[in-house]
């Protein structure tokens, strides 16, 4: 094929290479591994994780007034866009051969995005080849040019003295030109959420609500959204034998009920065991790219507990290595909105059933906490927001999509439900975490539909509304200021989180509803009278 529309000149270019091949390259060109289970390790070398404080997007009239600028979104001006572009396609031209994958952002087929990557790592190509949704051979053939194409010369460092440019990577978008750059890391991740920082930006232009969350379905056709940030079980508790999984991290909700994004899952995998994540284990296989793993030298086995590399290592694998997964990743309209939390500060319910605004106001926040111990000098919990559960991929502003969630619970009647998988009975250090038991027994009753009509008593901290039982869950957990053995410390510390909460919104409050920014935990002077 030519490639010269996309500034291509190298005369090897894969398009689309079958798995077989990529295995092959990157064990021959790039020193990639086959693990024990016939996965492919590989590493994405001094970065090890997404660079959010370089994501760039093009200053142009056309979509300036609609982008969230800020420390999420920095401004970027056409010039310094093409100068990296630049800089990106010498690179590739420099290398002896290329990958290309042709494939699919989005399961409905009338709003889906034709993308194409570009890159020079075989391990690259593999990842996308999981991650986007695979053409046919006739579509592949029919595909034509792409809505967007991924320049990914993670390998290059950005040119600092480039206007814009404030360190060695770049991950710069241009929706005018249909165009993504990636320069200075070779994490895969970024790839991934450049195609979801895409979709956040198109997707509510058409009216549908782009969300990161996973979703399942049950066996009567109920669908269950899950939304959290990392630590919080999302992917685990998506993970559900008796329900058929739509995705594990990308959704869009628009008039004909949920899609994903995605043709693939990218699952953390530290820690991971057979016993805890059974599908995520054995999705661990031939055709699955494993990102930062320790691999044993002699055996090839994976040491999944081993950090040394990264506490990020990742698992990229099809969708449909997942036993129980839906294809295509489609569902209804969803039932039960679910926002997950941990809290480290053990002062939020294990299970609470949120209203209209509460729901509005805790998306708006994507509040989890990080634990003492997890990063240096972190002492005590430390409480971590982020807009709609994903802050660094959204485009519009976090209020944007609030109103367009609200819109659809309204209009579905879909119940929305806050569940903290974090500490109970005092903060991380001296309660306990929650058993996942009890957490999975609460999601089985709010699928179950138990917890619709379970009388609630309200949260004096939190105004939030705490189910009085749970078949399979210990009631003295359920009420945090009962499980608690020192009122006194709990007040405090429930006063801490709430103003730490009302911190964080005000800087949502003037563009939210006053009914949205009345909805978040009551006044620290409340909580200790």
Not at 37 to 51: F, N, W
Not at 179 to 192: H, Q, S
Not at 390 to 409: D, S
Not at 454 to 465: K, Q, Y
Request: a negative charge.
């Amino acid at each position: 094929m030519d490639w010269s529309a996309e500034g291509i000149t190298v005369g090897e270019v894969w398009r689309n290479a079958p798995v077989a091949v990529l295995y092959e390259h990157a064990i021959v060109h790039d020193g990639d591994q086959i693990t024990s289970s016939g996965a492919l390790a590989a590493s994405s070398g001094e970065k090890t994780g997404r660079s959010p404080r370089d994501k760039r997007i093009v200053d142009n009239p056309a979509s300036a007034a609609d982008i969230w600028w800020g420390d999420i979104n920095m401004r970027l001006a056409e010039k310094s866009f093409l100068a990296i572009r630049r800089q990106a396609l010498d690179f590739l031209n420099s290398r002896q051969r290329l990958y290309v994958v042709d494939g699919f952002a989005g399961w409905d087929g009338r709003r889906h995005l034709k993308v194409r990557v570009i890159c020079a790592r075989p391990y690259h190509a593999l990842f996308m080849h999981n991650m986007l949704i695979r053409p046919t051979a006739a579509q592949l053939a029919d595909f034509g040019q792409p809505d967007y194409v991924i320049y990914n010369a993670g390998q290059a460092a950005a040119d600092t003295t480039t206007p814009g440019m404030t360190s060695p990577t770049s991950i710069s978008i241009s929706f005018e030109r249909g165009e993504f750059v990636i320069l200075g890391t070779e994490y895969a991740g970024e790839m991934k959420k450049g195609v979801f920082t895409l979709m956040n930006y198109l997707m509510p232009r058409q009216d549908v609500l782009s969300m990161h969350c996973s979703a399942n379905e049950g066996p009567s056709g109920d669908v269950s959204l899950f939304f959290g940030l990392s630590g919080t079980g999302k992917t685990t508790l998506s993970a559900d034998t008796s329900r058929r999984l739509i995705g594990d991290d990308e959704h869009c909700w628009s008039d004909d009920g949920i899609f994903n994004i995605e043709g693939g899952c990218y699952a953390k995998c530290i820690h991971l065991s057979a016993a805890k994540e059974p599908e995520i284990y054995s999705a661990i296989r031939y055709g699955t790219v494993l990102e930062n793993t320790v691999v044993d030298a002699h055996t090839r086995a994976v040491d999944y507990d081993d950090n040394r590399l990264s506490d990020n290592t990742r698992a990229s694998y099809p969708i449909e290595f997942i036993p129980n997964a839906q294809i295509p990743c489609v569902g209804d309209h969803p039932q039960n909105i679910i926002f997950l939390t941990c809290d480290a500060f053990g002062v939020l319910p294990p299970v609470s059933r949120l209203t209209r605004e509460q729901a509005m106001y805790h998306f708006i926040s994507g509040y989890t906490a990080k634990v003492a111990g997890t990063e240096v000098g972190v002492v005590e919990p430390q409480a971590t927001f982020s807009a709609c559960f994903g802050a660094a991929f959204l485009v519009w502003h976090p209020t944007k999509y609030a109103e367009m969630l609200a819109e659809r619970l309204q209009a579905h009647g879909a119940q929305a439900w806050l569940v903290n998988t974090g500490w109970s009975g005092g903060a991380y250090g001296k309660g306990h975490r929650i058993n996942l038991a009890h957490t999975r027994a609460i999601i089985d009753a709010i699928h179950s539909g138990e917890l619709v009509d379970t009388p609630t008593a309200e949260d004096a901290a939190f105004g939030l509304a705490i189910p009085e039982h749970v078949r399979g869950v210990d009631p003295a957990i359920l009420r945090p200021a009962n499980a608690w053995s020192d009122p006194a410390a709990y007040r405090r510390t429930a006063a801490k989180l709430a103003a730490l909460f009302h911190q964080n919104f005000r800087q949502y409050a003037e563009a939210a509803n006053p009914a949205t920014a009345a909805a978040g935990p009551r006044a620290a002077a409340t909580v200790n009278s």
